[in-house]
């Protein structure tokens, strides 16, 4: 870890719902949902930080917050267990006259504007806790500090098809913001933002406390304060980031961005020592593999039991593969068994999930999108809720959402098509 930088206020904004996530964020904020086995999704924002020199903290939750406390907690793994600065988290309370609720990024970030007005920094580094990536943020701030810039934002180049769910950026030779659209429908550009800003403190307080009073806000800074900038001739810049940076903010980039951890080699690389991403991680004992296993180009967590076969797949910790089971192109999160004989295929589980005896899930080439959620579940992969109990021999087809806490009673039949849904009679409130 780097030496501490006490000049720099870090936000981390993890109050997200993430309803493109489907059930992996019904029960839990995105930032808390599990990734490439041990992690979790913020781990990566955390890990940024640190690693960066940056250890003055502040993690604003709001969505379901109970997981992503109880991950982070006093901060520990990170070592920002810290006397002075480490990490606090933050939820929303009825602190200003009706408001108990963030209406927009930037609002959160105002409720809190005491953190901003009592602190020594300079700077604040604003970040989503919702993204796969690995930035040493130090240049950024650096290339603010040269420019005499009043904020900068972080930007990248992603594919033209995927530009339309970002904020579009262009910017003159001199690295200087000259147009700003927030998610259009038919992007001019593939330059977007990454949701990543440095603010110099008293202009951001000052651009806080002028968009509260502004009752047609949106109060969010991809909506309101970039372009609120723009039209004011503020000294905006931006920075180019060049490295893997991914938002996993649907099933299907999910899915894929735990694939590409299994490329040889990996874009993203967990294994490099001068950047290491931190984590809360249980005790477990060591990973087993039966010698009737067959694991190939996977992710075995430890405490993972596998007695059959694993294919291009990311097992959590303590997942069971019972002896035959064939487990392919899936993810499986923590405590979750697959019984004898069972074949997973593109299928992404959720934690303690159990998977009766000889059953199929993910089957066929019919990939009709679900029924229920055609824009979430559309490019075959099935998916699986937490704490689900799936019948023995029961068939799944692709595209399809088992849903938290099902039993093997709410199944109407033991063949369910593709596209299709299964609900639990009875919910229950377990986070």
Partial sequence: MSRPNRNVLTIILAGGQGERLSIFSEKRAKPAVPFAGKYRIIDFALSNCVNSGLFDILVLTQYRPLSLHDHIGNGKPWDLDRLHGGVRMVSPYLGRKDSDWYRGTADAVYQNINELEETDAEYV???????????????????????????????????????????????????????????????????????????????????????????????????????GMLNAGDKLYAYTFDGYWRDVGTVHSYWEANMELLQDPP???????????YTRSEERPSAVIEASANVKDSLISHGCQVHGQVI??????????????????????????????????????????????????????DTTPNKFEP???????????????????????RNCKIGTDVKPEDFPSLELGSAETVTAAVQTTRK
Avoid: C
């Fill in 267 to 277: 874009e993203l690389d967990l294994y490099e020592r001068s950047w290491v991403v």
């Fill in 125 to 227: 580094l604003i970040l989503g806790g919702d993204h796969i990536y690995k930035m040493d943020y130090r240049p950024m701030l650096q290339l603010h500090r040269e420019k005499g810039a009043e904020a900068t934002v972080g930007v990248m180049r992603v594919p033209l098809e995927e530009a339309h769910r970002f904020g579009i950026v262009a910017a003159d030779d001199e690295g200087r913001v000259v147009e700003f659209q927030e998610k259009p429908k038919q992007p001019k550009s593939n330059l977007v933002s990454m949701g990543i800003y440095v603010f110099n403190k008293n202009y951001l307080i000052e651009k806080l406390t002028k968009d509260a009073q502004d009752s047609s806000s949106k109060h969010d800074f991809g909506h309101s304060i970039i372009p």
């Fill in 375 to 397: 824009h979430k579940l559309n490019t075959g992969i099935t998916i699986i809720g937490k704490r689900a109990q799936l019948p023995a021999n029961v068939k799944i087809g």
């Fill in 312 to 365: 291009n797949s990311v097992l959590s910790p303590g997942v069971i593969v019972e002896e035959g089971a064939i487990v392919r192109d899936s993810i499986i999160m923590i405590d979750s068994v697959i019984g004898k004989g069972s074949v997973i295929d593109k299928t992404v589980i959720d934690k303690e999930v159990i998977i009766g005896e000889g059953s199929i899930i993910g089957y066929g080439d």
